[in-house]
Structures are given as structure tokens and as C-alpha cells.
């Protein structure tokens, strides 16, 4: 308080004194033990090197009287200082409108982030950018990367990538993946000195794992199990998809809750980014998708009965012995859709068509529905009661969309209802096994071959699928038997 009443006494003295010119009251300031009147009398008199100096000096002593003063003559930095000596306070939100709108960077910057509206973020990052704010320029490249505007977001990770290891790992691995594996390897090495837990494990993933053709790709025995039903390779075309499938992998080898199940998971294949073509929204399905004839070859040579295709984005499908991932798949989605592979059912509500196949009383290992008398398909409960006589019939809303009371073998929320849930009762185990061995209930990748070739008039490629089909389905049978 006492500083605050000198400051205006010598406010005062000096403000009375009409005989100071702006050459005279500089010279003082420099001199001044107490230098703040005489920069804010300067300042009055249009100085911008007083004003800033005054700025400096308030910021430093964190004196919010002289900064609230040159607010009042609306300087940009002054705002700046004064909003982040109390970010809350009433007045926060106009001084850092003020900032910003002055052209300090910082301000550019940490307006830009309060706003939701990606457009104005972006202005604003810009805007900071181009006055060489490198934080806010490996903002605006974060931005661009988010979505997926990569041309826009290189310019300024090349800027950024000295100094932030989050901008070599980004470009660096943009590099890898065009061709350049000497220059991204470079950024990516330099992003892991520099802690970046995402680089080590990609320089990790190009160790393990070596790029290529469809042509290339030779047969690795199934050693897992002695018995596999469901023998499951993955593939992958990118450093980031090959990065997943060796996490999904290794979820899956120590997953002690699937040992039993009579599934091989073969360590996952690097294909050469341009040996498959694939597509978030495959021929307007609104779901990921590949041309599969580009597949054929690596099918026939792991002797495969399955395959996963992990890809940068689209939503997750099985298809006929085919199932799609893309980056943001969790394990537990992995789970969920290897329960697909064997004939089970979503638990939640499912689109109109297929609940009009299967809420009819079609055969799914975890579904019944409400029949005439009792509940249909009778195969199903008894089955279901085989395996456990007290087992405790739950509701499903597998059918809600066709009005059809359906039924689960569980009270609980399981993992085909919320993939997340990590529920897997052991009756769905057990059912799992008994479908793995059921021919009927299989669709291994052949059946997807077949009607490709079909459909494209290719008889003869057409026959030799169905011929594996058929014999997938003879070898089922007799270990069934």
C-alpha cells in the first residue's frame, strides 16, 4: 500500500511539471531510481519504447498498478502481463481479447485455445505462427494433424522439428511412410533422445519388423496350439498399422482368458504401403475396406483360414473371414470381433437387416428370442443348459429395432454388448469353443475369396476357393468327431 501512494505522489509531482519534453523524461527514466512515473508520463506523450520499457518493469515487480494504467491506453503486452498475474480474475477474458488482438504472440496462442470452434483456433494459431511462435506453431501442425490435413501440418513441423520432439516424431514418421526411411529414421532417433516414448517404440516396431511385397511373404508354422481352429493372421501397410497390430498381438498371446479357445494369432505381416488397397469408406459402405484380390497370395502362402487387416481409419467390420481395425481399436475391440469370427452376435441393438436375420430364431450361439410357447431356438437353450443347468437367462436388446424380446446367457453387461466391459462369462467361453468346431458356424476367408472371383466372373479362381472352403469345412467336422 505504501508503494501504491508513493507511486501516485510522484505521479503527481511529475504529471504538474509542463516543462518535461519526451527526449528529457526519457533521459531521466534511464537515470531514475524509480523510473515508472516517468515512463508513464512519456507513455502519455505517445512513447512506444517507454511504454515497453514500463511493461517490463511492471511485469517483472508483477505491479499491477502501472499495467492496469497501460491498459488503460489499451497496450497489447500490458494486457498480456496483467492477464497472467490472475488468469481468473473478472476482467480476463477482455484482457487477453486485448492481447491477442494486439498481436502478442503468447495471447494468439492461448486465445486461440479457448475456443472450440476449430476455424477460429486455427486464425488464431495462425496468426501467432506466422510471427515465428514456435509453440504456437507446433500447435497449429497438432491442429492440422488432428484432422487429417497433413500438407497443411509439414510446413510447420519442418519449422518446429529441432526443437520440439513431438514435431521430429511426427514428421519423421511422415517421412517413413513416404519412402524417406533414412530421414525419418533420423527425426524419430532424435525424438527418442529426447524422451519421446512413441519414437523409441516405432524405432522398436522397425526393428522387429521388415517391409514387404504380398509376393514376398512366405509360411512361418502354427506353433501356438497343436490344435487351431481359427488360424488368424494379421496384416498391416503402415508404420503406425504394424505399430498397432504388434500391440493388439501382444494383448492377445497374453490374454490368459482366451488360452483354452482353439485360435492361432500369428505375429503380424508388413505389407509395402501401396500392396493393398484399402479405404475408410470401402465402395460407400460407410466401413473400412480392402481389395482382397490383392490378399490372395499372402492368404495361400501363411495357409491362413482368417485374416485382420489393421488400417489408418475406419470403423471395425468382419466380413466372411475378414475382419477390419484401424488405429483407434482398442484390444478389447479385437475381442469383441474375434467373438464375430465364431458366430456370435452384438448385444446391443443391431441395424434393421440383421436383426431380421437373426431375430427370427436364426442360430447364434448367445441369442434366443421369444417363441410361441417358449423360447426358440430350442438347440440354443439346451444347449446353453448343458453347459451350465443353472444358467441365468438375461434380456437383450440384440433385437429392440424388430420389437422381438430377446435373450443372453448372462445377467450381465458382456463384452458383445460393450466391448469395454472385459465381461467374457465362461459359458460364452465355452460356447466359443463349441462354435470354433462347428463347420456350419464358420466363415473363413475362403467363403470371401470365392465370391469375389464369383461376382467378377473369374470361375476358375472361384472354384479353387470353394474347394478350400469346402475342405476347411470337412477338416471341422472331423475334429468335431
Same mark, same amino acid.
Given at each position: 500500500m505504501?508503494?501504491?501512494?508513493i507511486?501516485l505522489? &510522484?505521479?503527481?509531482?511529475v504529471?504538474?511539471?509542463?516543462?518535461?519534453?519526451?527526449?528529457?523524461?526519457?533521459?531521466n527514466?534511464s537515470?531514475?531510481?524509480?523510473?515508472?512515473?516517468?515512463?508513464?508520463?512519456?507513455?502519455?506523450l505517445?512513447?512506444?519504447?517507454?511504454r515497453?520499457?514500463?511493461?517490463?518493469?511492471?511485469a517483472?515487480d508483477k505491479?499491477a498498478f502501472?499495467?492496469e494504467?497501460? %491498459?488503460?491506453?489499451r497496450?497489447?503486452?500490458?494486457?498480456w502481463?496483467l492477464?497472467q498475474?490472475?488468469?481468473d480474475?473478472?476482467?480476463?477474458?477482455r484482457?487477453?481479447?486485448?492481447?491477442?488482438?494486439?498481436? %502478442? &504472440?503468447d495471447a494468439?496462442?492461448?486465445?486461440?485455445?479457448?475456443s472450440?470452434?476449430?476455424?477460429?483456433r486455427?486464425?488464431w494459431?495462425i496468426r501467432a505462427?506466422?510471427?515465428?511462435?514456435a509453440p504456437a506453431?507446433a &500447435?497449429l501442425?497438432?491442429?492440422?494433424?488432428?484432422?487429417?490435413s497433413?500438407d497443411k501440418a509439414r510446413?510447420?513441423l519442418e519449422k518446429?522439428?529441432?526443437a520440439?520432439?513431438?514435431?521430429?516424431f511426427?514428421?519423421?514418421? #511422415?517421412l517413413f511412410?513416404?519412402?524417406d526411411? @533414412?530421414?525419418?529414421m @533420423?527425426?524419430?532417433?532424435?525424438a527418442?533422445?529426447?524422451?519421446h516414448?512413441m519414437?523409441?517404440?516405432?524405432l522398436e516396431?522397425?526393428?522387429?519388423y521388415?517391409?514387404q511385397?504380398?509376393?514376398?511373404?512366405?509360411f512361418?508354422?502354427?506353433?501356438q496350439?497343436?490344435?487351431c481352429?481359427q488360424?488368424?493372421?494379421?496384416?498391416?501397410?503402415?508404420?503406425?498399422s504394424?505399430e498397432?497390430?504388434?500391440?493388439?498381438?501382444?494383448a492377445?498371446i497374453?490374454?490368459?482368458r482366451l488360452?483354452?479357445?482353439?485360435? /492361432?494369432l500369428? @505375429?503380424?505381416?508388413?505389407?509395402?504401403q501401396?500392396?493393398?488397397? /484399402?479405404a475408410?469408406?470401402?465402395?460407400?459402405?460407410?466401413?473400412m475396406g480392402c481389395d482382397?484380390r490383392?490378399?490372395?497370395k499372402?492368404v495361400e502362402?501363411?495357409r491362413?483360414?482368417h485374416?485382420?487387416?489393421?488400417g489408418?481409419a475406419?470403423k471395425?467390420n468382419?466380413? *466372411?473371414g475378414i475382419?477390419y481395425?484401424?488405429?483407434?481399436?482398442s484390444?478389447s475391440v479385437l %475381442?469383441h470381433?474375434?467373438?464375430?469370427?465364431a458366430g456370435?452376435?452384438d448385444? +446391443?441393438?443391431?441395424?434393421?437387416d440383421?436383426?431380421?436375420q +437373426? /431375430?427370427?430364431?436364426?442360430?447364434?450361439?448367445n441369442?434366443?428370442?421369444?417363441?410361441?410357447?417358449?423360447y426358440?431356438p430350442l438347440?440354443?437353450l439346451?444347449?446353453?443348459?448343458?453347459l451350465?443347468?443353472?444358467?441365468?437367462?438375461g434380456a437383450?436388446k440384440?433385437?429392440?429395432?424388430v420389437a422381438?424380446n &430377446?435373450?443372453k446367457?448372462?445377467?450381465q453387461?458382456?463384452? #458383445?454388448?460393450?466391448?469395454?466391459?472385459?465381461?467374457?462369462?465362461?459359458i460364452?467361453?465355452?460356447?466359443?469353443?463349441?462354435q470354433?468346431?462347428?463347420p456350419?458356424?464358420?466363415?473363413?476367408v475362403? #467363403?470371401?475369396f470365392?465370391q469375389?472371383?464369383?461376382?467378377?466372373g473369374d470361375q476358375?479362381?472361384a472354384?479353387?476357393?470353394?474347394?478350400?472352403?469346402?475342405?476347411? *469345412?470337412?477338416?471341422?467336422?472331423?475334429q468335431a468327431?
Open positions: 505504501r508503494g501504491l501512494i507511486a505522489l &510522484a505521479l503527481v509531482l504529471a504538474g511539471d509542463s516543462s518535461f519534453h519526451l527526449p528529457q523524461l526519457l533521459n527514466a537515470h531514475a531510481k524509480k523510473p515508472e512515473p516517468l515512463l508513464w508520463q512519456a507513455s502519455l505517445g512513447s512506444e519504447k517507454a515497453q520499457r514500463l511493461v517490463s518493469l511492471a517483472a505491479n502501472w499495467l494504467k497501460l %491498459v488503460s491506453l497496450q497489447p503486452e500490458a494486457a502481463a492477464y498475474l490472475d488468469k480474475a473478472t476482467n480476463s477474458e484482457l487477453l481479447r486485448l492481447a491477442a488482438r494486439g498481436g %502478442v &504472440a494468439q496462442l492461448a486465445y486461440a485455445m479457448t472450440d470452434d476449430m476455424a477460429v486455427e486464425n494459431l505462427a506466422e510471427q515465428h511462435h506453431q &500447435a501442425a497438432d491442429l492440422y494433424l488432428l484432422n487429417q497433413v510446413p510447420w518446429t522439428a529441432d520440439y520432439p513431438q514435431s521430429a511426427q514428421l519423421g514418421r #511422415m511412410e513416404e519412402g526411411m @533414412k530421414g525419418g @533420423k527425426l524419430l532417433q532424435r527418442a533422445i529426447n524422451h516414448a519414437a523409441k517404440r516405432l516396431i522397425i526393428q522387429d521388415q517391409v511385397t504380398p509376393q514376398a511373404v512366405t512361418t508354422p502354427w506353433t496350439k497343436q490344435q481352429a488360424k488368424i493372421q494379421m496384416f498391416a501397410t503402415s508404420l503406425s504394424i498397432r497390430a504388434s500391440q493388439l498381438y501382444e492377445f497374453t490374454d490368459e488360452q483354452s479357445l482353439p485360435v /492361432c500369428q @505375429k503380424p505381416i508388413w505389407l509395402s501401396d500392396s493393398v488397397r /484399402c475408410s469408406d470401402w465402395k460407400q459402405t460407410g466401413r482382397i490383392q490378399l490372395e499372402p502362402s501363411t491362413a483360414t485374416i485382420i487387416m489393421i489408418d475406419g471395425a468382419v466380413h *466372411n475382419m481395425l484401424d488405429l483407434s481399436d484390444y %475381442v470381433e474375434l467373438a464375430h469370427f456370435f452376435v448385444e +446391443y441393438p443391431l441395424p434393421l440383421t436383426a431380421q +437373426y /431375430c427370427d430364431g436364426a442360430k447364434a450361439p441369442l434366443i428370442v421369444d417363441g410361441k410357447i417358449t426358440k438347440a440354443t439346451d444347449q446353453w443348459q448343458a451350465n443347468k443353472t444358467v441365468a437367462i437383450s440384440s433385437c429392440s429395432s422381438v &430377446a435373450y446367457p448372462s445377467r453387461i458382456t463384452f #458383445m454388448e460393450h466391448h469395454d466391459s472385459g465381461v467374457i462369462p465362461d460364452y467361453l465355452e460356447l466359443w469353443k463349441k470354433l468346431l462347428s456350419e458356424a464358420q466363415r473363413p475362403f #467363403m470371401n470365392f469375389h472371383f464369383h461376382y467378377a476358375q479362381r472354384g479353387k476357393w470353394l474347394d478350400r472352403y469346402n475342405a476347411f *469345412n470337412a477338416q471341422a467336422t472331423r468327431e
